[in-house]
């Protein structure tokens, strides 16, 4: 393959990052997709459905990509979720940092860039906080204070962390076949649970959870399989293109917000390339805005007063250093990790539902206090 191809392959997979993205934005505005929405929902009314419309993207999500692992075009190996190392303490303490933060800021990484669509102008202020305390997690002072802690705590596994690989070693199948069986049996069971209730198959909730867990999916696809090369004529490796770990990505929404700022501060330096983690983040807003101004429902808003800002302030670089320290967030480890199958994004997961929990519960103190 000449270089020009892969230039040419490069945009290909942008454009197609960029429309899922836009996508994205588009019906989690529209459906009012949120995870702190979702915790909240449960602990002050008892109402599961926004619960159940995440855990339909997660089903889809997790069928999706095991499908395509069963059929060979994907290997979960591949991604930064299924490596050889387990970390734990760093999912642990990021997912609970990131989930009362979330709950802080009025909502996680991808509900900020939809509200920055919709026009609140706290989510700006709190995607560029967020995007400075990211990149200081991923190369400044708070990554090294990372790298000498909660990273140092990790469990190796050679033959990687995501359920097929570990029973491919434990039984002996393929893990091709564990995939189909285990990964699309789990999501199916998932989507089964989510959709087994009236609250659950509303047409907000479908759109939203089969909707945004199929952009995922497809994200997957472009990024593992259409971007894919499997010798790049420049270093004579493997590559997929136009991502920053220089493994396949689907959508995240913490790391990118610090590459985003990255990209936008050094425009004019040509080593800054554009990434599917930029493109992806623009196409979130710009999806919401779109949906925002079709349907009338566009509107600035700001802060309260003084409370309300230093919450929110102090929630974005919770999100910065917990979601970097997690590798992900709602969506990140949410859909995009739990559907590879990793042990770490199982406990990432879990992390941000207690730190959700724990934040509300804080709000709720907040409140009471001020009575």
């Not at 459906?31 to 008892?46: E, K, L, R, Y």
Request: contains cysteine.
């Amino acid at each position: 393959m000449q270089e020009i191809d892969i230039q040419a392959l490069g945009r290909t997979v942008l454009w197609a990052t960029f429309a899922l993205a836009v996508i994205f934005g588009a019906i989690a505005q529209r459906t009012h997709f949120c995870t702190m929405g979702a915790v909240s929902d449960i602990m002050t009314m008892g109402d599961w459905s926004r619960m159940r419309m995440w855990v339909t993207a997660m089903g889809v999500a997790m069928v999706g990509f095991n499908a395509m692992v069963a059929l060979g075009w994907l290997d979960a190996g591949k991604t930064v979720y299924a490596g050889p190392r387990f970390i734990w303490l760093s999912a642990l303490v990021g997912g609970a940092m990131f989930g009362f933060g979330m709950v802080l800021a009025s909502g996680c990484g991808s509900k900020t860039l939809v509200r920055i669509g919709g026009g609140n102008l706290k989510s700006l202020v709190v995607f560029f906080v967020l995007g400075i305390a990211a990149f200081a997690t991923l190369r400044g002072i708070t990554a090294v204070l990372r790298v000498a802690t909660v990273d140092a705590v990790a469990i190796e596994i050679p033959g990687g962390q995501d359920l097929p690989s570990l029973l491919a070693v434990a039984t002996g199948m393929a893990k091709q076949t564990l995939a189909g069986i285990v990964g699309v049996g789990l999501g199916a069971a998932l989507l089964a649970w989510a959709l087994s209730r009236q609250e659950g198959r509303s047409a907000d909730n479908l759109l939203g959870g089969l909707g945004l867990g199929a952009v995922v999916a497809l994200l997957w696809w472009v990024s593992g399989r259409l971007g894919h090369v499997a010798e790049d004529p420049n270093t004579l490796q493997e590559a997929f293109v136009a991502t920053n770990s220089q493994r396949m990505e689907s959508l995240t929404f913490v790391a990118p917000m610090a590459y985003t700022i990255d990209w936008l501060i050094f425009f004019s330096d040509k080593s800054k390339l554009l990434t599917i983690a930029i493109v992806s983040t623009v196409g979130v807003v710009v999806g919401s805005w779109l949906y925002a101004i079709a349907t009338r429902s566009f509107r600035w808003e700001g802060f309260r007063g003084v409370q309300d800002t230093a919450n929110h302030l102090l929630g974005a670089v919770l999100m910065g250093i917990g979601g970097v320290t997690a590798m992900g967030c709602t969506i990140g480890q949410g859909l995009s990790g739990l559907s590879t199958l990793s042990l770490t994004s199982f406990v990432a997961v879990a992390a941000i539902i207690a730190g959700a929990v724990a934040g509300l519960r804080f709000q709720f103190w907040q409140v009471e206090r001020s009575a």
